[in-house]
């Protein structure tokens, strides 16, 4: 009987293994939970989940055959050497463990990051790394994600209890008898071996091995990416990076790209972004100020559907005011929104635009303003040097940045500073001094109140609702909007500035409708100005966070030369618009959406009917319209900012 019995460093392996799933498997099932308001939306529940708790265990395997497979391999040797146990067998104890504990802490921070993101964990992460005390003080004062920790260290303990127990198992048949004779022990050896390497590939076809889009089976976006193991995402999207053809977006031939925008914009090849835009009407010398609201997606207002009463000074504002309706934020973090409204180029992927080693000037607002007299200044709640934004944004013609550092020290309540309401009354006096120059003022807000860890001031008479502190939040971003815009209004300069709202980016909200939610992207943009802009104004054409800064040129008729890919949306030409979600590309019209998965399939769909089916192969011609329109822009973008032609 001894031929049909496994040697004992197979059997331990194997129990470390079943641990291991089932250790995955809670965590998915913990993911599940949290995403419960985005179940009920899908029906017939069984099959899909099920399937996605199957395709898990693929992905898992795949997972646990990389952690295994180097032990697996030095014990086989080691058996085969006819030695007992050394040393070897408790250095790969101590490295099963040690890799385990990592895959686990990958899957803990997977679960807050999916339900901000709807994205399983990638390489974008590794934005945090240069930031890590921020980002970690963050996470500390968010009582939601101390469960998480918890979770995280409850399961490590678990899996190193049994593993130890079983390596004791292991050792003590071990020291007992030797029992296999090395031909057996070759034969059971190479048996699981190969079937570890048949795990890491995960698919039995010889063309190509288990990959992020084998995971898409659904028309529903949680189970496709709930059978997904973020530790293979998180590394197959740095792999990705590191190949030489990913450094740069590769979409398109550049040659080509850059004939497509020459052709829509009327331009050069050379230089297909470069337009001299004169103006009919003399420009108006008005100040502007530009607020980026946190996080603001269109789906928190009253406006576009949402009946919590959140954001009535925003609402009010859209109805007295200019509203761009499909507008759409370039990217999915504050980088990118800050980046793509002052500076009207779009998010490239994942990259990090203004946190790069070599720093070009941007035209834009601060730049084209500030040849046209303004002063050029730009408010924060925290400190200016996360994300590199007060250097790049010194770099490119801000003249001054207020930032956590300015503001009395008793005013920072957190890691993302004071309020935004502190901020706003802070900036008042300093906007008083800028307008007592005689000179008209360019003023940026980036607001943060509304990004965890909320911290919600105590307001002496205000109350921000008696539900979920995600609502109460917003209703306070919305007040301390309210506070600063009435603080403007007894001011002289008042009627003489231009007033923007646009959000930095949307998030995640409500229910889940594609991959990525349209709710992660599709932002508020709104302009008021007295007795300047006609009130009431709606605007539907398809328009992104580049195309703000020659949207409000526009509105003071200022003669320029436009040197990024955004369009005066009242003007605009094109019916289509394009933003990124980190490794996706979307690309929408008035009635279609286009998505690129960089690991994954692409998709197309009816969105204004709110139709989830992919109709792709349906309308070929529709998708390749749009998919050529976002590559052409991305990568002419991308040929700009490699050659340092941004001014």
């Known amino acids: 009987m001894r031929y049909f019995k496994f040697p004992a460093h197979i059997h331990y392996l194997f129990r470390v293994y079943l641990w291991g799933i089932l250790c995955f498997t809670l965590f998915r099932i913990v993911l599940l939970v949290t995403q419960w308001e985005n179940i009920v939306h899908v029906p017939q529940k069984l099959y899909p989940f099920s399937y996605a708790f199957l395709m ?11 952690l295994l497979v180097l032990p697996l391999l030095f014990f086989s040797i080691w058996r085969l050497a006819h030695k007992k146990p050394n040393w070897l067998a408790s250095f790969g104890y101590y490295f099963i463990n040690t890799t385990y504990i990592l895959a686990f802490f990958i ?17 974008a992460i590794l934005n945090w790394v240069s930031h890590l005390g921020f980002g970690l003080g963050m996470v500390a004062k968010d009582p939601s994600n101390w469960a998480y920790t918890l979770f995280f260290f409850s399961i490590s303990y678990l899996f190193c209890r049994k593993s130890k127990s079983e390596f004791i198992r292991w050792i003590k048949t071990e020291k007992q008898i030797l029992t296999h004779r090395p031909q057996t022990v070759s034969i059971y050896s190479l048996l699981f071996i190969g079937l570890t390497i048949l795990a890491i590939r995960g698919r039995i076809s010889e063309k190509s091995p288990i990959r992020i889009g084998t995971a ?26 590191q190949k030489p053809e990913n450094k740069h977006l590769t979409l398109l031939e550049i040659n080509k790209a850059k004939e497509y925008v020459a052709l829509l914009f009327g331009t050069n090849p050379n230089d297909p972004a470069k337009r001299s835009l004169n103006q009919q009407l003399p420009a108006v010398k008005m100040n502007v100020v530009l607020i980026l609201m946190e996080s603001m997606t269109a ?31 370039c990217g999915i973090h504050t980088f990118n929104g800050i980046y793509s409204t002052l500076f009207g180029q779009p998010a490239l992927l994942g990259q990090h635009p203004m946190n790069k080693s070599v720093m070009h000037q941007h035209t834009g607002f601060s730049h084209v303003l500030s040849e046209n007299g303004y002063q050029t200044i730009y408010f924060t709640t925290h ?13 490119s013609y801000f ?35 800028l307008y007592s120059k005689k000179k008209p003022f360019f003023a940026t807000f980036m607001t943060a109140s509304d990004h965890m860890p909320y911290v919600l001031p105590k307001i002496d008479g205000k109350s921000f609702g008696n539900d979920d502190m995600q609502n109460k ?28 709202f646009v959000a930095d980016h949307g998030v995640r909200f409500g229910k889940s409708d594609y991959d990525p939610p349209l709710s992660l992207n599709h932002i508020p ?15 539907n054409n398809p328009a992104n966070q580049t195309d703000v800064f020659p949207t409000i040129m526009g509105l003071l008729h200022m003669q320029y030369t436009n040197h990024t890919l955004g369009s005066n949306v009242l003007m605009k030409k094109s019916s289509m618009t394009y933003f990124c979600a980190d490794d996706k590309i979307c690309s929408l019209n008035d009635s279609l959406l286009y998505i690129y998965r960089v690991n994954g399939p692409e998709s197309l769909h009816f969105y204004s009917k709110k139709n989830l089916e992919n109709v792709f192969d349906k309308y070929p011609r529709e998708a390749l319209a749009l998919k050529e329109y976002a590559f052409a822009m991305l990568q002419t973008s991308q040929w700009m900012v490699k050659e340092g032609i941004t001014k």
């Not at 990416?225 to 999207?237: I, R």
């Open 56 to 66: 898990g265990w693929r992905f898992d395997s795949s997972i646990s055959g990389y």
């Open 107 to 123: 899957c803990a921070i997977d679960i807050p990051y999916f339900d901000i993101f709807a994205s399983r964990l990638n390489i």
């Open 216 to 241: 898409y089976f659904s028309e529903y976006t949680l189970p496709n990416q709930l059978g997904l193991n973020p530790v293979f995402t998180f590394l197959k999207s740095y792999l990705e990076s």
């Open 299 to 329: 789906a928190k207002m009253e406006r576009y559907g949402n009946k919590n009463h959140l954001t009535p000074f925003l609402d009010s504002l859209a109805l007295g005011g200019l509203s761009f309706d499909n507008t759409h934020s």
């Open 383 to 395: 400190d200016d040097q996360f994300d590199n934004v007060g250097g790049f944004l010194t770099n």
């Open 399 to 433: 003249q001054k940045i207020i930032s956590q550092s300015d503001y009395p020290s008793e005013l920072v309540q957190s890691t993302l500073g004071v309020p935004d309401h502190e901020m706003f009354r802070f900036s008042i006096p300093i906007l008083d001094q």
């Open 473 to 500: 939040i917003v209703r306070y971003a919305d007040w301390s909007l309210k506070d600063f815009f009435e603080n403007c209004q007894s001011k002289p300069w008042f009627s003489n500035t231009l007033f923007v």
């Open 525 to 539: 943009f709104i302009v008021y100005g007295k007795n300047v802009i006609p009130s009431g104004q709606q605007i």
